[in-house]
């Protein structure tokens, strides 16, 4: 690359740094005045493409109905409740550990009706489980530990045909990179669009090509 396509490169990042801010600071306004619009990529994870961390001190463990704890000291009771509502709806937390000491976690849904999302996976195919509320962390980031818990989904899931999908915002610029370093499958851009509190609609503004993230 010469140096004049350097400095193209760069003048290019900046002007996209510039119009997502301005793209984000015009969606709060719109808020303000009852109407909330919202942009999110479509992914789909893929067995073959997802490379694991190799470090041998990490593991993944599943909650479920059959083994949810009564009690999670490192939550308050008020996310302790969230989450065992959602485990009572079917939902499952793939648990990331590290030397047995939880680090992060997971969720996953299995029913399109009672995903936070609904409107938006319907843009998925039929058979799709539905990736949501992920953490890590912070020291933990950055070692492909999402890519170690997505392969240990898809092998729980992929004698049944079932794929793996997720939503990610466009201005989560983060979470984009971990899909990319996990080499989850961007399919679709995905605006939304709610008025007032009540009426919502959306819309697919673009798909993408079968080719990695």
């Known amino acids: 690359m010469t ?3 350097k400095i193209n490169k760069v003048l290019t990042s900046l002007k996209e740094r510039d119009f997502v801010r301005f793209l984000e600071y015009f969606f709060r306004l719109l808020r303000k005045v009852g109407v909330s619009l ?15 961390a190799p470090e041998t001190d990490f593991e993944v463990t599943v909650w479920n109905r059959h083994n949810f704890p009564g009690s999670i000291p490192w939550i308050d009771q008020k996310k302790y409740e969230i989450f065992s509502q959602r485990i009572k709806l079917g939902n499952s937390a793939y648990l990331i550990r590290h030397r047995g000491k939880i680090i992060g976690y997971r969720w996953i849904s299995t029913d399109k009706n009672i995903f936070p999302r609904e409107k938006i996976i319907n ?10 509320d992920a953490y890590i962390s912070p020291e933990f980031r950055g070692k492909g530990l999402f890519a170690l818990s997505t392969a240990r989904m898809i092998r729980d899931h992929q004698e049944q045909g079932i794929q793996i999908g997720s939503v990610s915002s466009f201005f989560n610029k983060s979470a984009q990179r971990a899909k990319e370093k996990a080499r ?3 399919t679709g851009l995905i605006l939304s669009v709610k008025l007032l509190n009540r009426w919502e609609f959306t819309k697919k503004l673009k798909s993408y090509p079968a080719e990695t993230g």
């Open 184 to 186: 989850a499958k961007k």
């Open 38 to 52: 919202s942009l999110d990529f479509l992914y789909l994870e893929d067995a073959a493409l997802t490379r694991p």
């Open 123 to 132: 843009y998925f195919p039929d058979n799709t489980i539905y990736l949501y």
């Open 3 to 5: 140096k004049l396509e």
